[in-house]
């Protein structure tokens, strides 16, 4: 990964169990490594931990249901199987949400803004507007150091610290097909996985290689459309409610995400909202705004047949 603080670095990776013998939750885990310290930065990463955590099951799920449309089970029972791991993988999100939503228990925004998000910027902050400069590093072009005069150090723009290095959510986004939507958000989402550790974003390119659980439902709801009799109709009907249920999952939990970022962030900053960057160094206002427009834009509509 790029030599700066990451996500795993300050969080997912930077924490330990208090009580060997009850599962990794909030109340559960400390960070093994503190910039100030104090309760707003030990809360905020174990709202990040927890979710990690959490969200282990609803991963499964997903490989579940990839596999299960690999399978050689007849369609309908094919069907079952997958709307019964997409349920799953709803529930899982609608847990992702209830976390998220504790965030400000015990992390209040300004405390937030003034003393935790102060570590997380990278180099692509408003406060270095070339990057960071490695002085002693010479560029890449150029000869090694000491060999010629007056050669220009290198500088480097690497991201700040960001949710968006997670695996958990892209994965889930390749498994239910939004990771082929028009996002504006796509070409920053695909550099944040340089920043993760390589196995994790392996994880998220075989997600979207694999078998397409959306083009399934889709296809299953088209055929319910041109025949609605029968027990079969009842099946499609679940499995579209299923996958409906995981879209409508991610859209919650993406405007719960905006919520918290409005009050940790743009609520102390006068700037118009194009002209403040998260700690990734994104406009993030206008983006998580435009990414959860076209995570709403995933559901599947199933028409009765006349």
């Given amino acids: 990964r790029p030599p700066i603080l990451t996500y795993y670095s300050f969080n997912a990776s930077n924490w330990r169990r208090l009580e060997l013998d009850r599962p990794v939750e909030l109340g559960n885990t400390c960070r093994l490594n503190n910039f100030l310290g104090g309760q707003d930065e030990e809360w905020f990463s174990a709202v990040h931990v927890a979710i990690e955590a959490e969200a282990g099951r609803g991963l499964l799920a997903a490989v579940r249901a990839q596999r299960a ?13 997958i709307s ?13 949400v209830a976390l998220l939503r504790r965030m400000k228990e015990h992390c209040d925004p300004y405390i937030y803004y003034m003393r935790v998000r102060l570590f997380m910027k990278g180099w692509t902050a408003e406060e270095l507007p070339d990057g960071m400069q490695y002085s002693g590093v010479p560029e890449a072009s150029e000869a090694p150091a000491g060999e010629s005069a007056g050669q220009s150090w290198r500088r ?11 695996s958990v959510i892209p994965a ?12 504006p958000l796509l070409p920053y989402l695909q550099a944040m996985r340089s920043y993760m550790p390589p196995k ?7 997600m979207e290689l694999g ?6 439902v889709q296809e299953a709801a088209q055929v319910q459309a041109e025949d609605s009799r029968g027990d079969q109709a009842t099946v499609v009907e679940g499995l579209v409610a299923s996958y409906n249920r995981c879209i409508q999952g991610l859209v ?33 206002v206008p983006y998580l705004k435009k990414h959860k427009e076209a995570t709403k ?4 509509e199933l028409r009765r047949s006349p």
């Fill in 252 to 284: 919650t939990f993406r405007s719960v995400h905006y919520e918290l970022a409005h009050s940790f962030v743009r609520k102390w900053d006068e700037r118009k909202d194009e002209e403040i960057l998260g700690t990734g160094g994104t406009p993030f």
């Fill in 172 to 183: 889930l986004d390749a498994a239910l097909g939004l990771a082929m939507s028009e996002d």
């Fill in 156 to 166: 480097e723009r690497y991201h700040g610290e960001t949710g968006a290095q997670s």
């Fill in 211 to 216: 078998p397409s659980i959306r083009s399934f």
């Fill in 69 to 81: 449309l690999c399978g050689a089970a007849a369609e309908a029972e094919k069907q079952s199987l």
């Fill in 200 to 206: 994790h974003s392996d994880f998220i390119s075989s």
């Fill in 84 to 96: 019964a791991e997409l349920n799953l993988l709803g529930e899982t999100l609608e847990r992702l």
């Fill in 297 to 300: 834009g995933l559901f599947v």
